[in-house]
Every structure is written in C-alpha cells, then in structure tokens.
C-alpha cells in the first residue's frame, strides 16, 4: 500500500510538471517570480508599496490567464512523414505537415511532438530495481524517488524540442522541418502533435493536441571501426550460398548430365527424363567461401543494463563495418530462443542485421550454454569468431577454449565498466585478438582494432 500511494504521487507529480512546463512561458516564470518577491516584500503595507507592484502583477496574470481561452488554437491538422529508420545518438529529421482548416491565418503557434507517455508502471516501479540502488542510504531505498527519476529517464527515448511555427495560412498544407534527438535504440512511438498558443501577452499558452500515432525504428548507436583482417579461412558450405536464406539442406544447381550408379534418386530431373527416355540427374557445385560469427553475449543479471547497450552498440558497428560480399556474416545471440541472422553475398543486407540489434533484449530465462550450443552447432562452417562478451568468466573461457580447440579462428571483445586488466585466459597465446572495450573508451578502443 505504502509503495502504491509513492506511484500515485510520483506519477501526478510527473503529470503537472509536464503540464506547467508547456503551460507557462519563460516571461511567464519572470512574472510570476517578480509577483512572489512583491508579496514577500509587500506584506507590511505601511512601510512598503511593492503591495502595489504585486497587485498589478497579480492582476497581469490573471488576465493573461483568462485570455488564453480566446486566444487558443483553432482547427489545425497535422501529420508527419518519418523516415524508415534513425539511429541512437544522431539527429532525425522529418517533415510536419500542417493544415489550418479556419478561416483567418494563425501566427506565433508553437508546435511539440508528444511521445508515448514514458512513466513506469506499477509492476515496473516495484519490480525494478536502479542499479547501484543498494549503495543508497535507506530512506532512498524506502521512497524509491531516484528509482522513479531512473525510470522516468528509461522510458524517455528520445528528446525533442519545440518548434517555432511560420504564419499558417487558411485551408493550406504547410512543411514545416524537425527534429528530434533519439537517445537509444527500439522502437520510438510518437502519440500526437500538440500546438501551443500564447496568450496577447505571452506569459501563458493554450495548448490544442492532435492524436497522430506513428512510431519509427531506432537503429543501435554506431562507433566508427577501422577495417580489420578477420580471422579464418575458407571452408566448405554445403549446399553453396542458398543455404544460407533457407531451412534445410540446398544446393548450388550447375547443370544436367546422364545418371551414374550411385547417384540419388531425388536428383533426378523428371521432365528430361520424360523427354529422352534416358534418367538424367541435376548437377550441383560444392562452394568454398569465408563465413565469420558475430556473436552477441545476451546473458546479464541486470534486465536493463548499460554494459549490454554497449556490447549492443559494438555489435553493431562490427556488423556496419564488415561488409566483404565475398564473405558471409552469421550474427549469434539467445533470447526467448536461440538466432542466428546471415547478411553478405546477396543473402541479406547490413540494414537488416541492424534492425535486429535494434528489438535484441537481455536474456535471463536461458544459461550462457544455450548461446554455445548454437554456435557449436554452426562451428563446421564457421571460418572464425568475433566475441562480444558482457562478462569474461570461466563459462566464457570455456566456451573460447572449446571453439579453438575446434581449429577455429577467434576473436574476443570484452564490454567491461572500468579499465581493469582480466586475464586472457584462453587468448594468452593470441593477445593481439584479446580486446577489453572500457564503456568510457569503447569508441578509441574499436578505432584501434
């Protein structure tokens, strides 16, 4: 009951300081200051007259508040055209399309974008945890107000300014230019478009909103990589390229030829044996090319974690950077199952694999040992491995022990909080493909790979 009536309060809290941020004017937040210091200084009428300062001001706000009914926003409508994607940490430009359906030009409107509305649940309040939440003293704990500002600040996936709006002229499709910042990858909802108006004296605004639901794709944040030599060579692919985009076994067609003993009756080609009364057999072409691994550590204790975002971050730019269309590149990661994504040689694209990345979530049902039976199950075709790790334990060090005692070219990168030297283990014969990426130095660390 206690931590219920602290959501009420923290949500209704959150509520009107929304609403008086969009409400009040920064002339607006003057006045009402000076009217504050006029009535403190005011309060003995017979030694003062700032009484009579705060009367008039007191009065300027009251008016002002009034006219804002009159001075509202009349009939707008607005849509939005959004790009397919943008990506964490890099400005998204759009277009605003607004149409002022009265009959008279409407001038001095400010327009914001309002978001989904970003406060926690209950069940999210109560059953997440900020993290370093048990180095608080515990009347922090107990109240849980920065676990409410952690949330809230969670929740809020992008920021977004207001924009300052032309004269909008009667019955006529107005582009306006903005932009918004997304600060992390998903999915970005985007509910309605609200215009403001200030009143004749611009110290309140009437605010008019206009329900415009869309949502765009927020790509993961991409550090700059030099290109690097990827360990491993060729190997054989059974059933050549195509079996790469398929479930099952294919194979690389190249031509008919007469049947031989021992070939397999599934390779017949009936139609040219209904034609020369003779079994003919498809032909098919055993290809050899390099396959690589990128393989993305899910498995933290944290659901939401800082490191995971990063190791996300680095993925991608692994992905982004590794564009050889001679090569095939297999990203590997376990949530609710085990995945493996295949891009390169006409199979998919690098947006693709992105796209992923951007919707991939910490798992915590599964055991690290799911992620190295997948690729285990892969390590007959996989040319080498890059490693993106959350953590360098002994399960880790094993599982890069077994894939090396397999003959298999690996490489490792550790996402770490600090700066701290961890033993290579496995890697103490390889240190060169040993990397630890400091959260605080992960862009100089993949510049120098």
Same mark, same amino acid.
């Given at each position: 009951?206690?931590?219920?009536?602290?959501?009420?309060?923290?949500?209704?809290?959150?509520?009107?300081?929304?609403?008086?941020?969009?409400?009040?004017?920064?002339?607006?937040?003057?006045?009402?200051?000076?009217? $504050?210091?006029? *009535?403190?200084?005011?309060?003995?009428? +017979?030694?003062? %007259? @700032?009484?009579? &300062?705060? =009367?008039?001001?007191?009065?300027?706000?009251?008016?002002?508040?009034?006219?804002?009914?009159?001075?509202?926003?009349?009939?707008?409508?607005?849509?939005?055209?959004?790009?397919?994607?943008?990506?964490?940490?890099?400005?998204?430009?759009?277009?605003?399309?607004?149409?002022?359906?009265?009959?008279?030009?409407?001038?001095?409107?400010?327009?914001?974008?309002?978001?989904?509305?970003?406060?926690?649940?209950?069940?999210?309040?109560?059953?997440?945890?900020?993290?370093?939440?048990?180095?608080?003293?515990? $009347?922090?704990? *107990?109240?849980?107000?920065?676990?409410? +500002?952690?949330? %809230? @600040?969670?929740? &809020?996936? =992008?920021?977004?300014?207001?924009?300052?709006?032309?004269?909008?002229?009667?019955?006529?499709?107005?582009?306006?230019?903005?932009?918004?910042?997304?600060?992390?990858?998903?999915?970005?909802?985007?509910?309605?478009?609200?215009?403001?108006?200030?009143?004749?004296?611009?110290?309140?605004?009437?605010?008019?909103?206009?329900?415009?639901?869309?949502?765009?794709?927020?790509?993961?944040?991409?550090?700059?990589?030099?290109?690097?030599?990827?360990?491993?060579?060729?190997?054989?692919?059974?059933?050549?390229?195509?079996?790469?985009?398929?479930?099952?076994?294919?194979?690389?067609?190249?031509?008919?030829?007469?049947?031989?003993?021992?070939?397999?009756?599934?390779?017949?080609?009936?139609?040219?044996?209904?034609?020369?009364?003779?079994?003919?057999?498809?032909?098919?072409?055993?290809?050899?090319?390099?396959?690589?691994?990128?393989?993305?550590?899910?498995?933290?204790?944290?659901?939401?974690?800082?490191?995971?975002?990063?190791?996300?971050?680095?993925?991608?730019?692994?992905?982004?950077?590794?564009?050889?269309?001679?090569?095939?590149?297999?990203?590997?990661?376990?949530?609710?199952?085990?995945?493996?994504?295949?891009?390169?040689?006409?199979?998919?694209?690098?947006?693709?694999?992105?796209?992923?990345?951007?919707?991939?979530?910490?798992?915590?049902?599964?055991?690290?040992?799911?992620?190295?039976?997948?690729?285990?199950?892969?390590?007959?075709?996989?040319?080498?491995?890059?490693?993106?790790?959350?953590?360098?334990?002994?399960?880790?060090?094993?599982?890069?022990?077994?894939?090396?005692?397999?003959?298999?070219?690996?490489?490792?990168?550790?996402?770490?909080?600090?700066?701290?030297?961890?033993?290579?283990?496995?890697?103490?014969?390889?240190?060169?493909?040993?990397?630890?990426?400091?959260?605080?130095?992960?862009?100089?660390?993949?510049?120098?790979?």
């Amino acid at each position: 009951m206690f931590q219920r009536y602290l959501y009420l309060n923290y949500r209704a809290f959150s509520a009107l300081k929304f609403w008086v941020k969009r409400r009040i004017t920064p002339a607006g937040w003057l006045v009402l200051g000076a009217t $504050l210091a006029a *009535a403190a200084l005011g309060v003995d009428t +017979n030694s003062s %007259l @700032a009484y009579q &300062t705060f =009367a008039f001001l007191f009065g300027l706000i009251l008016v002002s508040a009034l006219l804002t009914r009159w001075s509202g926003v009349k009939r707008i409508r607005a849509r939005r055209i959004l790009p397919r994607f943008g990506s964490a940490g890099e400005r998204l430009s759009y277009s605003l399309i607004l149409c002022n359906e009265s009959r008279r030009t409407q001038s001095g409107l400010h327009a914001y974008d309002d978001m989904a509305d970003p406060r926690p649940s209950f069940v999210e309040f109560v059953g997440t945890a900020e993290p370093g939440e048990e180095k608080r003293n515990w $009347l922090d704990r *107990a109240y849980h107000y920065y676990r409410w +500002n952690w949330l %809230l @600040a969670r929740n &809020t996936r =992008a920021e977004i300014e207001e924009q300052v709006l032309p004269d909008l002229s009667p019955r006529v499709d107005q582009n306006v230019r903005a932009e918004l910042m997304p600060l992390r990858r998903g999915v970005l909802r985007l509910a309605a478009v609200s215009i403001a108006a200030p009143d004749p004296f611009g110290l309140f605004r009437s605010l008019r909103k206009i329900p415009a639901p869309q949502s765009v794709l927020i790509l993961p944040k991409r550090y700059p990589v030099t290109p690097f030599e990827l360990p491993g060579t060729m190997k054989y692919q059974q059933g050549g390229v195509s079996m790469a985009s398929s479930i099952g076994e294919s194979e690389e067609f190249v031509s008919l030829r007469e049947y031989r003993p021992g070939d397999p009756l599934r390779r017949i080609h009936w139609k040219s044996f209904a034609k020369t009364g003779k079994p003919i057999v498809k032909e098919f072409q055993e290809e050899f090319f390099v396959r690589h691994a990128l393989i993305l550590d899910t498995f933290s204790a944290q659901a939401q974690s800082d490191v995971f975002e990063e190791a996300v971050s680095v993925a991608a730019s692994l992905a982004y950077t590794v564009q050889d269309q001679d090569s095939l590149l297999d990203l590997m990661f376990v949530g609710p199952q085990a995945y493996c994504f295949t891009s390169g040689r006409g199979v998919g694209q690098t947006e693709q694999m992105l796209e992923i990345l951007a919707s991939v979530q910490v798992c915590r049902e599964k055991e690290f040992e799911a992620l190295e039976n997948l690729v285990l199950e892969h390590a007959a075709q996989i040319s080498g491995c890059i490693c993106v790790f959350l953590d360098w334990d002994d399960s880790r060090k094993d599982f890069v022990r077994s894939l090396k005692a397999r003959g298999t070219p690996v490489k490792v990168l550790v996402v770490a909080e600090t700066d701290a030297s961890l033993d290579p283990g496995p890697m103490a014969d390889q240190p060169e493909q040993f990397h630890i990426l400091p959260m605080a130095q992960i862009a100089e660390k993949l510049g120098a790979l």
